[in-house]
């Protein structure tokens, strides 16, 4: 098993550091030949539009669209909105998952926040099934899920920051997530990308 972390821009060291922790061979991928031997990739979070540009400059898109043809990819945040298929501005995007995003919908650093997700697909990996703690930083909203893509969670119905909104998505063996589990200490996530990535 071998995951590469796309390393143009953003926080790929920390996905990195998680997927050492659980034993996980993985590589930093900046050109098309990175990508071969792979089973999965992860696309941090940062800066949507950067890691777009870098990706036309680095001839990245192509080759990224073929890997999520048959191989695992994740998108956390911004890699959340490089994998959709609307972003509802023009922008770079691979366009390989049904979702439509917007992105920064909680508004500006400043409000960024952390909130408890119930995530039941979670339960695959851990039957436990306790409350996924989850940090958004200028974070997208998934605004439309069509299949074959389905919705993995939703923001709590009480929450102030929008209640039932979609903020993780599945389609296949593409994942996206508007908030940052390499940011926080419960691995559930990257556990159940791997065996996505099976
Ligand atoms: N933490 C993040 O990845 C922020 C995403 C960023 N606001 C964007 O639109 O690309």
């Given amino acids: 098993m071998k995951i ?6 953003g926080d790929f060291a920390e996905h990195q550091t998680t997927l050492q922790k659980l034993g996980i061979e993985t590589i930093q991928v900046r050109l098309p030949g990175d990508l071969d031997g792979l089973n999965g990739l992860i696309i941090p979070g940062g800066e949507s539009t950067t890691i777009g540009k870098l990706a ?11 890997f999520a043809k048959t191989k695992a990819i994740w998108g956390t945040c911004a890699g959340a909105i490089f994998l959709s298929k609307d972003a509802r501005r023009k922008q ?3 366009a ?9 919908a909680f508004g500006r650093q400043v409000d960024s926040f952390e909130i408890d997700l119930e995530i039941p697909a979670l339960k695959s990996v851990d039957p436990d099934g306790h409350p996924y703690h989850a940090v958004f930083i200028r974070a997208p909203l998934i605004q439309e899920v069509h299949a074959p893509a389905e919705v993995l969670s939703r923001l ?16 296949g063996r593409l994942l996206a997530t508007s908030f940052h589990p ?3 200490e419960d691995d559930r996530f990257h556990r159940y990308f791997v065996e996505m990535a099976k």
């Fill in 182 to 184: 390499e940011l926080t």
């Fill in 56 to 66: 036309v400059a680095f001839n990245l898109m192509e080759p990224l669209r073929e």
């Fill in 92 to 94: 770079p995007l691979l």
């Fill in 156 to 171: 709590p119905e009480s929450s102030i920051k929008g209640g039932g909104r979609i903020v993780a998505a599945r389609q």
């Fill in 4 to 9: 590469g972390v796309l390393a143009l821009q």
């Fill in 96 to 104: 390989v998952m049904d979702i439509v995003v917007e992105r920064n």
